[in-house]
């Protein structure tokens, strides 16, 4: 299990399971009487509502964590198009910036005992300019959670995640298994490797339980 505390939730791929591990310990952790506050700070693919840009990746966080908290303290960018982050900024001539989400965290932070923010597809998704999604926990001081999903080509994604995270100066807290398709051939064997060889804790294991579940 992930521990109380502030984390930046990221994984080897898009569609790997990232707002499902969220959601399940922000869950976990309200159920024990520990308020964790969601955050999504960049979505891509939302729905245009009468308030405005809506993302269903942070609406499960919100709802997950039973707090009232204004959307736009949870994901400050919200894009409609399910596009990469920088070419959805730069259509909607927006420049995503790390002060405002600095602004949100600490907002957040002051209104639970601990913040999950959860990042946009992998590490090094880009931003605009020279901010790529490995910034934002820079910016805000906060240690990483890696989420692998558990499935063809994943010793290569997640080693070289867990390696460029180091490199960026970022502490890796642990990492969670999410194995995804039972059908996926030596899985437990390939779980057992990255647990020999990424230089941070299994922190979860999660059995199938979303099949190409969410980001």
């Not at 230089?199 to 980001?215: H, M």
């Amino acid at each position: 299990m992930i521990p109380i505390g502030n984390y930046f939730i990221t994984g080897t791929d898009t569609g790997i399971g990232k707002t499902y591990v969220a959601c399940r310990w922000i869950e976990q952790q309200r159920a024990q009487g520990v308020q964790i506050a969601p955050m999504k700070p960049i979505s891509a693919g939302c729905e245009k509502t009468s308030e405005g840009f809506r993302n269903d990746d942070a609406e499960q966080l919100i709802a997950a964590s039973g707090l009232q908290l204004p959307y736009e303290r949870v994901n400050r960018y919200a894009f409609e198009p399910a596009i990469a982050p920088h070419i959805a900024a730069a259509e909607a001539g927006v420049s995503i910036e790390e002060a405002p989400l600095v602004e949100d965290f600490e907002w957040l932070g002051q209104r639970a005992q601990g913040v999950c923010v959860e990042g946009a597809g992998g590490w090094r998704v880009p931003l605009g300019g020279s901010l790529q999604t490995s910034d934002i926990p820079k910016a805000l001081g906060i240690d990483v959670v890696l989420v692998v999903g558990i499935r063809l080509g994943c010793l290569n994604h997640a080693l070289l995640t867990a390696e460029a995270i180091e490199a960026d100066g970022c502490r890796l807290a642990g990492w969670v298994a999410n194995f995804l398709d039972p059908a996926t051939e030596r899985g437990e064997e390939n779980c057992d490797f990255l647990h020999q060889c990424i230089p941070a804790p299994l922190l979860w294991s999660l059995r199938y339980e979303k099949i190409y579940g969410s980001d």
